[in-house]
């Protein structure tokens, strides 16, 4: 006896090995230990792993049919025809009733005058009860059929993880996009917090002059923005950013609704120049229908931080509206955006801006 067949009739006396159910549970406990030492097993080629399966599966067939109710399917058992009254003849004696396949099969024991092997008395039986055989075909293929179903667990965790990862990536793309957003919650413009004017700065009167007392900006302007180059110019959702002409100068037009502004570059350069210094900047400004409007501007300048939001009355005068930035010590790992608000009021006004600038501070 093999040790695959020892462990399995091992396994039935654990339990009622005559139903079926257990032994098919039993089949597959044989099969799952199978494929764990098989996957153990790197250094075996996969026509060697395949030969073991299908030796288990031999085998299995095999003991399975000790289990068919072989003597039950067949035919009745044929009785002595009776012989012509003139000549009785001997009677072949009746076959004996078949017992219930052990187990196990039993070896040869002292004493005694034969084997007593239930697999050659099954094959015999098998062959006078075609029904019985083909109960044990139908069953082997059964369990064939179930058993292979457990080999390749990794394969549908591989499966499922992947799905899962696919769900994740969509629910944080669907969450960092914002597009369950409302209008009110979104910040098109830049990413600031939310806005708050009991947190804004507000400066009105004719120079708006948001500097600290005493700060002066160096001669050094470095340059933001200019209407020669509105390819530093992004106008999203409804607004929109046109360069215009008059008899003195270009200037860039600009409108857009009361929660979203007109965002200008700041590029890299001009922060790495500002980096760990105050800094003044200057939007030049002016309306264009000769009525006042309220802009607001606010800034992000990436690990430099921002500006907070800085709210001015603009009039038709060309004005220049500072604000000051104190900007840490460190390196910038990109460019920042300057967003600006013509109308906060949400009227529809039009805002015109000539330049912006940036210098350091000299107090």
Same mark, same amino acid.
């Given at each position: 006896?093999?040790?695959?067949?020892?462990?399995?009739?091992?396994?039935?006396?654990?339990?009622?090995?005559?139903?079926?159910?257990?032994?098919?549970?039993?089949?597959?406990?044989?099969?799952?230990?199978?494929?764990?030492?098989?996957?153990?097993?790197?250094?075996?080629?996969?026509?060697?792993?395949?030969?073991?399966?299908?030796?288990?599966?031999?085998?299995?067939?095999?003991?399975?049919?000790?289990?068919?109710?072989?003597?039950?399917?067949?035919?009745?058992?044929?009785?002595?025809?009776?012989?012509?009254?003139?000549?009785?003849?001997?009677?072949?004696?009746?076959?004996?009733?078949?017992?219930?396949?052990?187990?196990?099969?039993?070896?040869?024991?002292? &004493?005694?005058?034969?084997?007593?092997?239930?697999?050659?008395?099954?094959?015999?039986?098998?062959?006078?009860?075609?029904?019985?055989?083909?109960?044990?075909?139908?069953?082997?293929?059964?369990?064939?059929?179930?058993?292979?179903?457990?080999?390749?667990?990794?394969?549908?965790?591989?499966?499922?993880?992947?799905?899962?990862?696919?769900?994740?990536?969509?629910?944080?793309?669907?969450?960092?996009?914002?597009?369950?957003?409302?209008?009110?919650?979104?910040?098109?413009?830049?990413?600031?917090?939310?806005?708050?004017?009991?947190?804004?700065?507000?400066?009105?009167?004719?120079?708006?002059?948001?500097?600290?007392?005493?700060?002066?900006?160096?001669?050094?302007?470095?340059?933001?923005?200019?209407?020669?180059?509105?390819?530093?110019?992004?106008?999203?959702?409804?607004?929109?950013?046109?360069?215009?002409?008059?008899?003195?100068?270009?200037?860039?037009?600009?409108?857009?609704?009361?929660?979203?502004?007109?965002?200008?570059?700041?590029?890299?350069?001009?922060?790495?120049?500002?980096?760990?210094?105050?800094?003044?900047?200057?939007?030049?400004?002016?309306?264009?229908?000769?009525?006042?409007?309220?802009?607001?501007?606010?800034?992000?300048?990436?690990?430099?931080?921002?500006?907070?939001?800085?709210?001015?009355?603009?009039?038709?005068?060309?004005?220049?509206?500072?604000?000051?930035?104190?900007?840490?010590?460190?390196?910038?790992?990109?460019? &920042?955006?300057?967003?600006?608000?013509?109308?906060?009021?949400?009227?529809?006004?039009?805002?015109?801006?000539?330049?912006?600038?940036?210098?350091?501070?000299?107090?």
């Amino acid at each position: 006896m093999d040790a695959i067949e020892k462990a399995i009739r091992s396994a039935f006396g654990k339990g009622n090995a005559r139903d079926r159910a257990f032994r098919e549970k039993v089949y597959r406990s044989a099969f799952a230990a199978l494929e764990r030492t098989l996957q153990s097993r790197d250094d075996l080629p996969e026509a060697t792993k395949r030969a073991r399966r299908e030796a288990l599966k031999a085998k299995i067939t095999e003991i399975e049919t000790e289990f068919m109710p072989a003597a039950r399917a067949a035919a009745p058992r044929p009785e002595t025809r009776p012989q012509p009254t003139s000549a009785p003849a001997r009677q072949e004696p009746a076959a004996p009733p078949v017992e219930p396949a052990a187990p196990a099969r039993q070896q040869q024991g002292p &004493g005694s005058g034969r084997n007593v092997d239930a697999a050659p008395r099954i094959e015999r039986e098998d062959r006078r009860s075609p029904a019985a055989s083909e109960s044990a075909r139908e069953t082997a293929r059964r369990i064939r059929e179930a058993l292979p179903r457990r080999r390749r667990p990794f394969a549908m965790l591989f499966l499922v993880t992947t799905l899962v990862a696919f769900v994740g990536i969509g629910i944080w793309w669907t969450m960092s996009s914002g597009i369950l957003m409302s209008s009110e919650e979104r910040d098109t413009s830049v990413r600031n917090p939310p806005m708050r004017l009991q947190e804004e700065d507000f400066s009105a009167g004719e120079n708006a002059d948001g500097a600290q007392p005493g700060s002066r900006a160096t001669e050094n302007w470095l340059t933001v923005f200019t209407p020669s180059d509105p390819t530093t110019v992004a106008a999203p959702g409804s607004a929109s950013a046109e360069v215009m002409q008059d008899d003195e100068r270009q200037f860039l037009r600009i409108s857009s609704s009361a929660d979203a502004g007109v965002v200008f570059d700041v590029g890299r350069g001009v922060l790495e120049e500002l980096a760990g210094r105050r800094a003044i900047f200057a939007v030049d400004a002016r309306t264009d229908d000769g009525a006042d409007t309220q802009i607001a501007i606010s800034c992000h300048f990436g690990t430099l931080g921002d500006c907070g939001r800085k709210r001015y009355v603009v009039g038709p005068s060309q004005t220049e509206y500072l604000f000051e930035v104190d900007f840490p010590a460190a390196t910038p790992t990109g460019g &920042g955006t300057i967003a600006i608000i013509p109308d906060v009021s949400g009227e529809g006004r039009v805002l015109d801006v000539l330049s912006i600038r940036a210098a350091v501070a000299d107090q």
